[in-house]
């Protein structure tokens, strides 16, 4: 039941908002939310401490029959890959209704009703284990989304968020099929456990299916072209959640169907996937390079970060998926931050060109502070949480045989490419002379502001200095997805012996 | 010989209906909102004999066979009912209370929905087609009802001509049949066909079945009148149009080919596989092009046959159950878009504009947020009716192997979320321009519209308690 609670907590707010809409006043509508997602992620907590890191199994389960007649059932749990997927979902939100505080216009109520059902959404999708399920809650997703970038979005919102939806339709549209044909292929199951067990017949196109779903949401280069128009258009929050939490859904879905299920196909498309997410590492940092607008250049960073999580998880060793699923926790904290700060001196200023600024942090020091932490965190800083990430990203890419060490040296250069990008920005904006006189009289972060940076600081810190604490809890089940992604393919290779051969090595991994 | 009334409660109580309607609209000096409240507590009750008709399984067949009275009857009549009483309610305000010629209205919608009913249950070619008649001719009239509109006139004759052509069709079509077959009934044109002999007489009069189906249930490439007869027709017969007479086309045309024609299957499989895939493709993107609400929901209406048109090619058991569920679901939703165009006009009451609904949201937020419902439901996103509706008519097609179908019908989903949403976006996300003229709404009709949404989400979340019936009641 804990994680019925944590989904649907936020959906009961939700509607609790919606109908409180004339009894309460603005304020207090903010305030339900708060303490909706607070209490959210409070019990999401315990997802934390009762957690076992001692088992790949799905743990919290639920399971019980619900379109019977189409064989569906309500089946949720969490493994260590989705736990953390989870937590950040609920950190983030609390912090984001906090960061929205001032800066509604219009519409309070359908405004935090849209991000609680949101988060209801998301929090589904990590959780799901029927495949209907999963495309229930995917899809589910949108429309709320759409609403807060259309409605509470800047000029050409209207724009950005059909293109934002009209992408994501289109690429599940095809999972939709691919997951009918999956169900009739194994026995009428959407059971995502019980197709774990089998080897599956046309698995190239099946891949396919879902990775272009997944890699839409990614995004990946070359479909990543809503995202920087979605980004400049979405209001802070829309940002931060996008950012923070949605463009982990698709990689979330590699980990979860792509590569356990499709172990064939992963091999057959591994060196094509590789190569685009160079490409995108690449090409998203030189197109960051020379965005006048700030929102823009923290966009197309995220396409460049996010190419290094599909590289670390293509790389199907421990080192790289390990560092690609911590990279996203991190993309997520870090990027958010970084769109929560663009939001909080676009309140100021209402512009988010870089050509506004210079010179701020004369006048704002304590908002300097926080911009050159989270800065640092993006470019992967030792001791700060983006280095580890990308450092067992391209550890795992070096170790790996599935594709050339090409491909990670050319990945490595986006590293500094970053540091370019992003510190050059953080000198255009923070530095120099403070000429322009409406800066001159920008106030600093307010007490609620610092509230809702404090605790992302503190998780940059504390998984730049001590990943043990989120790594051993993935540990087993990124063993498992590898083992899934590798056993298969090893069975399909060659002759039963191999599998034998195979199977007394996972026993000996376990003896270890 | 006797009758077994009681199979046919549902008919004679319509019947009955009728009768009592007649008799109300010959007093003047009777108020004319009495006649919808008549139609509606008539239809309301045949509605609950036949749920409750359908819940003891009672079946069988009456007049030598003609009517054939099953659960798949059972589940269509309460279709028919529910989009009838619908329409009724939305009707109310629309006609006003002013209109003398209100008892006609009501009396040609009572004797389309006993048409349908016919069309449902008909066991046999000709009963089929008298069914159709009695529906198609009442269409005709209504579709013409304001008679000083010029567009309304236009639409009911327009519908009157193209109309005729598909009678004659299909008309045409169980003549050749019967040459082909000797018969006209459905069971035995099923058993004559098992002996073999394909006759060319009964391939051409199957051919020339689906044209005159294909006109009635508007698929392209024989849908061109559809958006001219929406656009002119009283808003509230649109709506009528797309909902009932639609399922009850479907009903009779899922039965013909199923049963009667199922082993011709081969045949005709290629060309139905076809027409679905070009009505739904059609009807979406021509509806992207519209600016006027009616004829958007007019292409979307023929998108919709499309969809329904593949649970036939999925030519399966579940292929017949997932196309009346989503009949059901479909009636239910289109009514309640039409409902709110209804309810929110422009001064001239003519020309609606989906630009008028600027800022409707936050003018009118429950309206709003109804067709915010009805929309999102007919573009297919869950949690809603329409989502469930299309996942089973898509499951039960690569069930049966229709995968490149589904491809093309799950594309043709995103593809309508264009339009769909481009309605969301004037309401919530554009400043007003037009001012919009709002009928005042009777209690009735918001319980009824809140009903419809109610049930549109709660169908898309907790779906058995509609799918299951629908699974019990195909004939095969």
Redesign the interface.
Known sequence: MLLSAVIFLPLLGAILIALARHILGESGLKWIALIVTLLTFAVSLSLYTGFDATTHEMQFKEQRP?????GISYHLGIDGISLWLVLLTTFLTPLCVLAAWNSIE??TSGFMSSLLMLETAMIGVFCALDL?LF???W??M??PM??LI??WGGHR??YA??KF??YT??GS??M??GI??L??QNDNTFNLMTLYGRTLSHQNLLFLAFFIAFAIKVPLFPFHTWLPDAHVEAPTVGSVILAGVLLKMGTYGIVRFCLPLFPEGTAAYTPLIVTLSVIGIIYGALVAMVQPDLKKLVAYSSVSHLGFVVLGLFALNHQGVQGGILQMINHGLSTGALFLLVGMIYERRHTHMIADFGGLSKQMPIFAVFFMIVTLSSIGLPGLNGFVGEFMILLGGFMSDSFSKVYVIIAATGVIFAAVYMLWMFQRVMFGKLDNPKNQTLTDLSLREIVVLVPIVVFIVWIGIYPKTFLSRMEQSVSQVLRQSRSTAAVKAAAPAIVLDTTTKEAKEVDE | MTINWQLLMPELIIILTFIIVTIFDLFDSLQKTLTALVTIVGCAIALYVSIDMLSLGMEGTEFSNMIQVDKYSLFFNIIFLVSTILIVLISMNYLGREDKRQGEYYLLILLATLGMMLMASGNELIVIFLGLELMSLSLYVLAGYFRRSMVSSEAGMKYLLLGAFASGFFLYGIALIYGGAGTTSIPQIASTLTAGAKSPLLLAGMFLLVVGFGFKVALVPFHQWAPDVYEGAPTSIAAFISAGPKAAGFAALLRIFMEALQNLQSEWIVSITILAALTMTVGNLVAIAQRNIKRMLAYSSIAHAGYVLVGLAAANKDGISSAMFYLLVYCVMNIGAFGVVILARTEDGESLMISDYAGLG?KKPLLALFMTVML?SLAG???TAG??GK??I??SA??AGQ?WL??IG??N??IS??YY??V??AM???EPEAELDFLAYPRLLIIALTLAAIGVVLIGIL??YF??PA?ISTFL
């Open positions: 619900w379109i019977a007649g189409l219009k519409g209907f495309y229930v809650f899809e589910a949108l429309i759409y609403l259309g409605i919102r209207i968020t059909i939806v009209l339709m289109a549209a095809l939709l099929v009918l044909y169900y009739f | 936050f999102l996103f869950p949690p989502f469930v996942f089973y898509f499951r690569v069930e995968i589904v491809i799950a594309i989903t995103a979320a264009f949403l481009r969301v976006v919530y996300m554009r779906p058995s799918l299951s699974q």
